[in-house]
């Protein structure tokens, strides 16, 4: 049985995706794969904190989403395969992709190629 703050967190990045995400679309051999992801593509760089200073890189686009959205894309791109979205009409290689603390959030690093 699943607990509560699953659903609740399932629900939740659903609805929130709904909002503020963007459609973004994975083409595997043979395949195209639509998802919803949140982008991210800083064009400036920013500062983070007060006291010790972190600047985040400006030019490393990424885009997040939630577990099933691209089965599979996690292992092709640990496997080294080019693996692409498109995400407003922009083709982006995923270079790498990471899961955050919950397992099932995945953040893919793009770089742009079209």
Do not use: C
Not at 10 to 24: H, I
Not at 59 to 87: C, D, M, N, W
Not at 97 to 103: H, I, L, N, S
Request: hydrophobic letters at 40%; proline letters at 4%.
């Amino acid at each position: 049985m699943e607990a509560k703050f699953e659903k609740f967190k399932k629900s939740v990045f659903a609805q929130t995706l709904k909002m503020f995400g963007v459609d973004a679309v994975w083409t595997p051999v043979n395949a195209e794969i639509v998802g919803r992801v949140f982008f991210k593509d800083p064009t400036q760089s920013r500062t983070i904190g007060d006291g010790d200073v972190y600047r985040i890189d400006p030019s490393l686009p990424t885009a997040e989403y939630f577990a099933g959205t691209f089965i599979g894309l996690k292992e092709a791109v640990e496997r080294q395969s080019h693996e692409y979205l498109r995400i407003r009409n922009r083709i982006y290689l995923v270079t790498k992709v990471e899961t955050k603390f919950d397992g099932d959030t995945y953040v893919a690093e793009l770089e742009l190629v079209i």
